[in-house]
Structure formats: C-alpha cells, structure tokens
C-alpha cells in the first residue's frame, strides 16, 4: 500500500522541493525504477495570482527586423507560429543591438553583429506594425541610449509610434542600462533616463516607458532606484534571466535543470518591488545560457522543461510576463537557445522549448491557485490555475533524470473528469520528436490534438504517473450527468 506524508504550506503558489539524490541514490533508482509517491491536493477557492493575457512573448535583438522577409504578413508560418502560443503575446525589440540601430527612413535596412550600426527604415517598421496588427501581438521597443542621441531617439520614435500604431506596448531607454560604459552610475544614467523621456514626451505625450532594463549580471538596485523614482510614469520593471554563459565549463543540461538560488532571490526582489510600488514586473529578455546558448543543451528537450517552469515561476512570483530570446544574436548568428529557428534558406522550425511554451499556453491562464505536495526528493514542480470555463491545470514538471513520479490527486468539490496532455521526448537530451499530447506542431505552425489521455477516478481521487525527464498538464472538468 503507498503511504504519503503530507505537509501544507499557505504562502506558495507551488512548493518547489529541489533536493537531488546523491550517485549512490540515483544509480539504485535507475537499476530499480524507482518512483516516487507524491500526493497534491489544489485549493480552488484560494487565487494567489493572476497570469496576464500577454504573458507569453519573444526577444529579438533589432537586427532581426533588418531581415525584409522575417516580420512580414507574407510570412505565413510566423503569424501561425504566434497565433499558435496566444492572440495577444508581447514581442520585445532590442538587445544588444538595440544601443547599436539607426533609423533611417530610406536606406536600405540591414543587419549587423554589435558594435556595428543595424539600420531600420520606413518599410521593416511599417512590416513589423503590419505582422502585429495579424497576430494581435504587441512590441516593447528599445530606443538607442548606448550610442545614438536624443534627437535620434525622437525621430526613431515617431516612426515606430507611426508604423506600430496601438501595437506598441511601451518604449524602453536603453539595453542592460547599468552596463553601458557611458554611465558612471545609476544618478548619471538617470538624468538622462529622463532627458530622452522628456524629448520623446514633447513629440508623443501619450507615450509610454518601461524600465530600467537590467541585465542578470547587472546591479539590482538600479532596479530599485528606478522603480522609487518612475513608479508613477511606467508600464513595467524590467530585466533579464540567462543561467550562465554559454563558454562556461558548467553550462549543461544538469546545471540548467537545477534550482539556482540567485534567480529566486531576483524574483523576490521584484516581487517586493511590484508590491511596495504597484508596478509590474516582466523578465523581457530570457535565455538558457547567454552569448547564443549552449548546443545539445540550450537545444534540447531538458530547454522545453526548464521554459515551461520559469515561465510559472515568473508567474508565480506575481510577474506579468516573460520573453523568451528568438532568432539571430548580437554575435551575427541563430542562437542554439531560439524557439523558433530560422534557417539558412530562411525557413523556420520550432526548437524544444516552443514547446515549453505552447504547453505554457495551455495551463497558464487565468488564477493561479495555491496547492499543498507531500514531502519528496525529486526535482519536481507543480502549479494549479483556474481558467474562465472554469477547469482547472495542474501542471507537474519532473525534471529528474531517472526517477518516475506516481501522482495521487483529490478532486475539487464537483470535479469529476480528468485527462493528462503530457509534454514528452524519447529523452532529455533529445533535439527533436518532442511532442505535446503526442502530437507535434505541424508544418503551417499549427497544433492540434485529438487524442486525449483520460485518467481514471475512483474516491473522487485520480492518479498519474510521470516518467522522469518529462512534464504533465492534467484538465480537471466539471462534467455534468443527466
């Protein structure tokens, strides 16, 4: 007979357990196939947070507009691609490249690595306004603070305003600010915060910032600084996650899968932040591992998990959203950690973590709802939500790499149906075949699924089990019997 120990915690929208078994452990488990026993019980009645409609989204470094063919209505595959994840997702514009871009309304656009000028003209804009109006997606773009001027920032920003129309989400000043060589610190940087702001102001009153855009290494309390002198004229705190970087000896699918306590300790700082001031947070520019990502990890399947459980945790921590890093980086080539990868014939296929974040698009609407886990070892997650129609996703990511995990769940007061999409590849480290409720995204960008895992019931309580390198999205419905 299994038996569960069972603790509560009423402060978490998901008990995260992040203890990994020792060689010894993990070997025995392998020979064994060991798997662990977990109980969950979700509260419905208890909404800790509420995941924003355009919670879902993409980074591009500006270069990537320079490509005439890439944000362009024509590109069918794309606008399928975004329609797929969500009808109102938020594109982030800028990176690196964003402190090297020029507008110029008549050159020809082109692209180029840092420390090099990207230049965007009147048509690449007016194509990237067009591509959102179809998908019904907005842009947060970034004005060049590094090595453009303010009079440059005005005119960039009446032809975005012109091309993006009600497109445009926000502006923001600048890319990874506390980096840029030109700022000897954060009072420095912010005089002419303003400065660029007050020019844009007096062309577009209505315009709208977010800020300060920070990156991961960078200092947190620019952040805080920010925040204390702009709360009352901003959209949304921003700032960047990367693991590592990619040359770095411990960037690997281990490393990436673990729990890294300096990324919690950032999401409680902007938590704090977005509680104290009433200002949102979104981690616009995201990524396994910075400089391109890491090949046979960033790649892989072990990216689709690690997608899906930062994007709850963001969620989680009170977040509005996160953009995941896509297309060509500031180095000139397709980063290894892009969902979706353009080819040299300029061809698209989804990389594993789109996946994570169609999974994403299907459990994480609506309320976050708190739930309880009994004590376990593996490195496993779970998150409930409670969508409009009322079913309720729970979603468990087991990121173990040889232990199962059985699922015992109670229903809620009158749910009475479950079935379980799994999130699935023949192996962690896979670089394809991976596939959502066993199907994949066809080749339009599409998906759909028509076989659906139903999972028995009795005493009001279903179980599930969940291989290990793998995730499961479990619908609780409400079915009603004539």
């Not at 024509?74 to 938020?90: C, D, F, I, M, R």
């Not at 949304?236 to 729990?259: D, F, K, M, Q």
């Not at 500031?330 to 980063?335: D, M």
Request: charged content about 25%; aromatic content about 10%; proline content about 2%.
């Amino acid at each position: 007979m299994k038996q569960y120990r069972f603790i509560k915690n009423s402060t978490q929208t998901a008990l995260r357990f992040y203890i990994f078994l020792g060689v010894i452990a993990s070997s025995f488990a392998q020979e064994s196939g060991f798997t662990d026993n977990i109980l969950i019980e979700i509260d419905p009645e208890t909404v800790l947070n509420e995941i924003s409609d355009d919670f879902i989204g993409f980074g591009y470094e500006t270069s990537a507009v320079a490509n005439k063919g890439l944000f362009n209505i024509e590109n069918k595959h794309l606008v399928q691609l975004y329609k797929t994840l969500s009808k109102s997702g938020l594109v982030r514009i800028g990176g690196i490249i964003g402190d090297w871009t020029k507008y110029e309304a008549e050159e020809i656009p082109v692209g180029k690595s840092q420390k090099e000028y990207t230049i965007i003209n009147k048509d690449v804009l007016n194509d990237l306004g067009a591509f959102l109006k179809e998908t019904g997606w907005k842009v947060m773009w970034t004005i060049n603070l590094g090595t453009g001027s303010k009079e440059e920032a005005v005119e960039s920003a009446l032809a975005v305003i012109e091309a993006m129309g009600e497109q445009l989400h926000s502006f923001e000043i600048g890319n990874e600010v506390s980096l840029l060589e030109r700022f000897k610190d954060y009072e420095d940087y912010h005089k002419t915060y303003v400065e660029y702001k007050t020019a844009i102001r007096e062309v577009l009153p209505n315009a709208k910032f977010s800020g300060a855009d920070i990156a991961f290494s960078g200092n947190i309390q620019w952040n805080i600084n920010f925040v204390e002198d702009e709360s009352q004229d901003m959209s949304e705190v921003i700032n960047h996650y990367y693991r590592g970087g990619s040359g770095w000896s411990g960037a690997t699918i281990e490393t990436l899968l673990s729990h890294y306590p300096k990324w919690n300790k950032k999401l409680s700082i902007l938590k704090r932040l977005n509680e104290k001031h009433g200002v949102p947070f979104r981690m616009n520019e995201v990524g396994s591992f910075s400089g391109g990502g890491k090949a046979g990890v960033s790649d892989s399947f072990a990216a689709s998990l690690w997608c899906l459980n930062l994007m709850f945790q963001v969620a989680s921590s009170g977040g509005v959203g996160v953009n995941i890093q896509t297309d060509v980086n500031q180095l000139g080539f397709q980063s290894h950690y892009s969902a979706i990868y353009r080819n040299e014939d300029n061809t698209l296929s989804e990389r594993p973590s789109y996946y994570g974040m169609l999974a994403f698009s299907l459990a994480g609407k609506g309320e976050l709802l708190k739930l309880s886990t009994s004590v376990h070892e593996l490195n496993l997650t779970a998150y409930a939500t409670k969508n409009d129609e009322e079913e309720i996703w729970l979603t468990i990511i087991n990121k173990d790499f040889v232990t199962n995990a059985n699922i015992k769940i109670p229903l809620p007061p009158g749910y009475n149906k479950a079935e379980v999409f799994r999130l699935e590849a023949p192996s962690i480290e896979s670089l394809d075949n991976v596939t959502l409720a066993g199907a994949k995204v066809d080749e339009d960008g599409a998906w759909e699924t028509d076989v659906i895992e139903k999972l028995n019931i009795y005493n009001k309580t279903t179980d599930c089990n969940i291989r290990s390198g793998s995730a499961a999205l479990i619908r609780l419905r409400k079915q009603v019997f004539n």
